[in-house]
């Protein structure tokens, strides 16, 4: 049997399954399920359809009958459009005549992590492959194997290419961003490669003062950044959505897309960028000056900068640490600060995606949770786990801060100090304590080793398969 036959008759038998395609209300799919919303919940049996062969589990969960696939999910969806005669546009809700739900400050948390997770989680394939790339420069290189030159040019393009997959994130991000607030793609794209153009990031570097239809502007570097993105898309799809309601129709494909940027241009550059940065700039600002009152502030300082340095990066708001820890080395040749809580944050992450690999039962997910591992380990690109595990999962956020808190306070407690900047976020980190004395170097290692180990335990009690219903629905609306 071809394989093409073999999805056609692997959506046929799902089909039937579900109840037919009369009961099928919607159906779509993310990396491995089909996610169908069916009219009666109880026609579909779920023992009989994962007693199908090719199929891998059944779960129920957000309002959805999921099927668990694998990678030829895509395949089988085709199929299944086809036999069924669905349609193959965007998910919409589903929960339109539902009561709305009293708005309370835990419900506002959790619709910025669904929000993150339907903006974050499709990219997961694209931070995989960039981070193999990249992991391939870090054991190939000067710094492990030196199989590669640093001159030399496979060593120069596995480099760009790995940086590529991270340097236009806010490309990327306006893609998936559009899906999940429905926005026009390539018109969310376009206002991401505004927000990383050359020039502008040239008058960032330079310093230069620029305005935007006269108006001041802080301009900064987006590039490779998260928050400032997904929040301009977020409003381009009000502005656009007014536009295309009150124009006439003679009008609406020249001037709605031209007058939604018009709009968005000061709106992204003055105040949605800046407001991305805003939080995360002044959470560095607080750390740093916690680490100024020296003792006990210190210590603090650097377990807060271990939980939190990962939301930093998410804003970009490192930047502002890492310029400190320059001027610092500049001035002492050491640091004693922010490579110490940033170490710990990122062995923190190898521990929490380790912890999730542990207690994931789903294969594929599993497998993907041991990539992570390596990838950040081995490789030093956090990015994979981060929002492969901790935004997609939620509760592992409690690990990958416990373990950089536990192991950025082990080494503020032992005075442990840094005498080199080394340019990694894989165990290779932890021979920026050495040139000290030898007890530094041990108490280091030691610090790395309790981040991972916090980290992992803490994830894989908290349970990283414990996802809120919520989460499921948006991540059903963004794939």
């Known amino acids: ?125 694209l931070l995989v492959a960039a981070s193999m790339f990249k992991m391939l420069v870090a054991v190939l290189g000067p710094g492990m194997l030196n199989v590669l030159a640093a001159e030399s040019d496979l060593y120069a393009l596995f480099t760009f290419v790995g940086d590529a997959g991270f340097y236009f994130f806010p490309i990327f991000i306006a893609y998936t961003a559009s899906v999940k607030f429905k926005v026009t793609s390539v018109i969310a794209m376009f206002l991401g490669g505004i927000m990383i153009h050359p020039t502008l990031i040239q008058f960032v570097t330079e310093g230069r003062p620029f305005t935007v239809y006269g108006i001041p502007a802080q301009i900064q570097n987006y590039s490779s950044t998260v928050i400032p993105i997904i929040l301009s898309v977020w409003i381009m799809s009000y ?62 300082a650097i377990g807060l900068i271990g939980a939190l340095w990962q939301f930093l990066v998410m804003t970009g708001m490192h930047i502002v640490m890492i310029t400190t820890m320059i001027m610092v080395f500049t001035t002492t040749g050491s640091d004693s600060l922010v490579i110490v809580g940033a170490a710990a944050s990122s062995m923190a992450v190898t521990g929490m995606c380790l912890g999730a690999a542990l207690s994931i039962k789903n294969k594929e997910d599993k497998s993907l949770a041991w990539s992570y591992v390596i990838a950040a380990f081995i490789g030093g690109v956090t990015e994979p786990g981060v929002y ?41 980190i932890l021979t920026s304590y050495a040139g000290g004395s030898t007890s530094n170097l041990i108490n280091g290692i030691i610090s790395g080793a309790i981040a991972v180990v916090v980290s992992a335990v803490v994830t894989y009690l908290a349970g990283a398969e414990k996802k809120v219903g919520v989460l499921n629905e948006s991540l059903s609306t963004s794939r």
């Open 239 to 300: 502005v656009e959505r007014f536009f295309k309601k009150y124009l006439p129709s003679s009008l609406k494909t020249i001037f709605a897309p031209t007058l939604t940027i018009a709009v968005m241009i000061p709106l992204a550059l003055i105040v949605l960028g800046p407001l991305g940065n805003f939080v995360g700039n002044y959470i560095s600002q607080g750390i740093l000056a916690f680490g100024n009152l020296g003792g006990i502030g210190q210590i603090l």
């Open 388 to 428: 492969g595990i901790a935004v997609k999962y939620k509760r592992p956020f409690i690990g990958l801060m416990a373990g950089g808190f536990a192991g950025g306070v082990y080494a503020a407690m032992t005075g442990v100090t840094a005498y080199a900047m080394v340019p990694v976020a894989n165990f290779l």
């Open 1 to 125: 049997m071809s394989q093409e036959n073999k999805y056609n008759e692997l959506a046929s038998k799902i089909l039937a399954g579900v109840g037919g395609k009369d009961n099928v209300s919607y159906v779509t799919h993310c990396m491995t399920r089909l996610r169908f919303n069916v009219k009666d919940d109880s026609l579909p049996k779920d023992d009989e359809l994962k007693a199908i062969p090719g199929v891998l589990g059944v779960v129920r969960s957000g309002g959805q009958l999921q099927v668990i696939i694998g990678q030829t999910v895509d395949q089988v969806y085709n199929n299944l459009v086809k036999i069924g005669n669905f349609q193959t546009s965007n998910p919409l809700s589903e929960n339109l005549d539902k009561p709305k739900e009293k708005l309370t400050l835990k419900k506002i948390g959790s619709n910025i992590m669904d929000a993150l997770a339907g903006c974050l989680t499709p990219l997961i394939p």
